[in-house]
């Protein structure tokens, strides 16, 4: 079982940065899928930037560019960088990672941009 917590988010101007981090409760070293997704009010979740086997990085083509997701594993830790940020943006943010071939989330971390 995964324990993912998410930080980092709040309320940005247009244009603004904000870097959002995933807290996962073990060891991520071994756990290759893991990622961030989002879903604003009214819309589907969608993907925003995950991790796939091989180090492999996907990211969605709206943030291609601006967001970059990285991971830490010696602190059980990923990260979002979100730069350029745009008011499509807001949304809330949700950590993801497939473990033993069950999905897990966290509880999200709401990220708002003003025009």
């Known amino acids: 079982q995964v324990q993912l917590v998410e930080s980092g988010g709040g309320l940005v101007q247009a244009g603004g940065s904000l870097r959002l981090s995933c807290q996962a409760s073990r060891s991520i070293f071994s756990i290759n899928a893991m990622g961030w997704y989002r879903q604003a009010p009214g819309k589907q979740r969608e993907l925003v930037a995950t991790?796939?086997?091989?180090?492999?990085?996907n990211y969605a083509d709206s943030v291609k560019g601006r967001f970059i997701i990285s991971r830490d594993n010696a602190k059980n830790t990923v990260y979002l960088q979100m730069n350029s940020l745009i008011p499509d943006d807001t949304a809330v943010y949700y950590c993801?990672?497939?473990?033993?071939?069950?999905?897990?989330w966290g509880q999200g971390t709401q990220v708002t941009v003003s025009s």
């Open positions: 991790f796939a086997s091989g180090g492999i990085t």
């Open positions: 993801n990672t497939k473990f033993l071939g069950l999905l897990y």
